[in-house]
């Protein structure tokens, strides 16, 4: 005997594998979403602990903390991508670590 196709099984297979890689899709661009964030906080962190030690390192070789971003920049060779962040250093005296605070801009 013969057996009778379904007419909705092609039908189903063939909506069936559009929306497994649509979903396999999504799942891609979410993962690699999470990772460009996971990135720039990670980028953000290192910058912050850049200045850091630049101002312990200042501390060291000098006896005092630097003055102000610009001496970083100048006598320590620091770089500040100031495209993508802005650095909030306030220096309250010459023996004091300053007040780091580095913030992400908006796009």
């Known amino acids: 005997m013969r057996r009778r196709k379904n007419g909705w099984v092609p039908i189903v297979r063939g909506l069936l594998w559009p929306a497994a890689a649509a979903a396999a899709l999504l799942c891609f661009a979410t993962a690699v979403n999470s990772l460009d964030s996971g990135r ?8 912050e602990e850049t200045l850091r030690r630049s101002c312990v390192a200042c501390y060291a ?3 005092v903390y ?6 970083l920049k100048e006598h320590y060779g620091l770089q500040i991508d ?3 962040y802005t650095v909030h250093y306030i220096a309250f005296a010459e023996n004091l670590m300053p007040d780091i ?3 992400e801009n908006e796009p």
């Open 82 to 84: 100031g495209e993508h």
């Open 66 to 71: 630097p003055p102000d971003l610009d001496y």
């Open 101 to 103: 605070t580095v913030l």
């Open 61 to 63: 070789a000098e006896g």
């Open 40 to 47: 720039s906080q990670e980028d953000m962190r290192q910058l």
